[in-house]
């Protein structure tokens, strides 16, 4: 056995070395880079950490497998992966993008599993090194936003599918539902390409579409039943092991701009920092000539189940308002195509021994590693400096919040916006019970709700003014107290003033 695994390691050493370098660049300052926490992750956690302890969610409802959460609703399946994790450990920022970690780390190997199965060994590992180093992985797996394990879910679902476990890939594809919801509006046409095609090429019999049909159906009965309540004015109901909610309103993602979504799709930039950067939208345009020449490939080959894949990319580019996690779906597959393109580019210039095709070979690894490295570089000396990655992931909110307990008084935190009462409630951690009795939010419907008040917490955009009210602000809020009646005290992006 241990000769058997020298072997294997001798000849898989490059591998062996990939695995190392991606493992590194995902746990390497995990949980300080980036710094703070956003409102998103938050409310993830809060819920997740109320789901653990109260077996219900922060508005008391038992197992929902859609959380009402905003008031306009929030997946599921992220929460109910940091329930083991919260039952050992407790709830902080490590514990929260624990569940973001562990499934990046997963990717790894099923990306060179199904690289493998649909191409050959040589893709396969010219994918896990692309995967390895891509900025997109590497800050999907540093942050604890739920719907980034939907590109894991997925990829174990197609991954399963080309092995012909063809159960097991409608279990993960129903599951993928719950990973992000708006995977729906491509789903059917991913799975009738699939599952059709499979039939028609008699890699399926009937009876396992219909099996697989079932099984999907059978995992993805919650969220039809919430469905069918949020758009047929039903009922909510609690049955004590699982609830499903009526929203205050449904979160307005569909539609959007085709043109602009596209053009998302063609530089991996939304300006949002938190998602890329300049620079790692560099790294995704220079991929995407290795990926066309894929592409080309794979129509040659009439690879069929990356077809399936790209018909459900371009329904959602009709169907959703584009920004990258919305995406999600689509970045492996554009991966996927750039590790054949630029295999295929690869073994053709090794057939010559001209001069000039080496020094091409040369030049690709320059431009494919140089806005690489420059991103590492930035990402892990001054991304944390940014203003608005200190801004989007609410730097020194902890600490504030700390200082202002001190006082037990009353605390007003200034929220230019909304979503600041989040962060409160990962840090604060009150029961749902005493947060459901003590809330208080605008009368008007929002796509997200606007609380303005729980236990001793105000949210206001001006500030409650009087002796007994510690008052934090972000300091692009541009609010100052006098001197004279409070003192203050910085912590990063946010002032405590505490009444003298």
Known sequence: MINKTKIYLSKNYFILIIFILAIFLRVFHFGTIPGGLTTDEAMTGYNAWTLANFQTDMWG??????????????????????LPILKIWTLNIYSERAVSLITSLILLPIFYLFLKK??????????????????????IARQGLESNILPCILLIAFTCFVYQHYYWAAAFFALSIYAYSSVLLALPLILGVLYLWSLYQQQMTWFQAFKSAGIFLLIALPMILWFAVNSFNMSAFDLGFFSVERFTMIRKTLGGNPAQNWLLLGTQFDGLWQNATPISAITYIVNLFFAFIGLLMAVKMRQWVLGAWGSGIIALTFSVQGNINRYNLAWLAILALTALGLSKTWQWLSQHSNWLFQWLKILIIVILTLPNLLFLKQYFTTFNNTPAIQKVYNQGFEAALHKAKQQHGPINIIQPGNQRYSLVLFYDRPTPKEFISTVKFAPEKHEFLHITQFT???FTKQPIINQQT???????AHLKLS??????????????????
């Open 483 to 500: 001197n004279e009646h409070y003192t203050s005290n910085k912590f990063g992006i946010y002032t405590v003033y505490q009444p003298k």
């Open 456 to 458: 001793n917490y105000t």
């Open 470 to 476: 510690t008052v934090i602000t972000p300091n692009y």
């Open 118 to 139: 649909i191409w050959n060994q040589k893709v396969a590992t010219t994918g896990l090194l692309l995967l390895a180093i891509n900025p997109w992985a590497i800050m």
């Open 61 to 82: 409802h038992h197992y929902p497998f859609y959380l009402k959460a905003w008031g306009s609703g929030m997946n599921a399946l992220y929460e109910y992966l940091m």
